[in-house]
């Protein structure tokens, strides 16, 4: 079944992080699943992508031109980039052998893709498309100094990751319109419950 790649899937403020979080309730065996199991789904979220990372990505179209080849590229960064920064998270830090296995990958998905000029954001000649894994990997590089990878949470409710561009960095939600709204409707539905048991 298609994803319809709305607005929401792109809360993680940066293309990687995006990406990172098309594998769904990461952490629970039980209930996780994998947006990019159909590899033609790669292709369309990068479609959906050009629109909703246009400054990130100096609004240049995103193309896979072979989903089952540029594939295996994508997941390798998508989940070295999910490892390193999951865990920076949790634990205060990077590892540097999940740092290693980060600039692998990104040097996988860069070869081939031209130069990086002074002044603009992705590799490549100005307008013309770009290659998803080149512009992953870019995303997932631009994440690395710790200005902005001090700025990367895990949300509250669906474990995703995002980037807090608060003034206090006090975002605890990846987008407060689904994620801050379900937990709200959550406590909301506890705090009655308990006084529905105290009045019975």
């Known amino acids: 079944m298609a994803v319809s790649w709305t607005p929401h899937r792109f809360s993680g403020g940066a293309l990687a992080l995006d990406v990172t979080n098309t594998v769904v309730l990461r952490g629970d065996a039980a209930r996780s699943f994998d947006r990019f199991e ?8 990068a479609e959906a992508a050009t629109v909703q990372r246009a400054a990130e990505l ?7 031109a072979d989903p089952r080849a540029a594939g295996p590229k994508v997941l390798a960064l998508r ?13 205060g830090g990077v590892e540097t052998d999940d740092l290693a296995t980060l600039l692998f990958a990104c040097a996988d998905g860069l070869v081939g893709h031209g130069r990086i000029e ?3 954001p992705m590799p490549g000649e100005p307008g013309a498309p770009i290659a998803f894994e080149a512009a992953l990997s870019v995303s997932a590089l ?6 902005r990878a001090e700025r990367i949470r895990i ?4 474990r995703w990751l995002f980037l807090d561009e608060s003034r206090n960095r006090s975002r605890i939600w990846c987008d407060m ?12 539905y506890r705090r009655r419950k308990v006084l529905e048991d105290a009045d019975a």
């Open 155 to 158: 949300c509250a409710n669906c």
């Open 142 to 147: 631009s994440l690395l100094p710790p200005a």
């Open 118 to 120: 002074k002044g603009r």
């Open 58 to 64: 100096g609004s240049r179209r995103l193309v896979v």
């Open 177 to 188: 319109t689904v994620c801050g709204n379900r937990q709200k409707a959550q406590r909301h």
């Open 38 to 45: 159909d590899v033609a789904e790669i292709a369309r979220f």
């Open 79 to 91: 989940e070295a980039t999910d490892r390193l920064f999951r865990r920076g998270v949790l634990h």
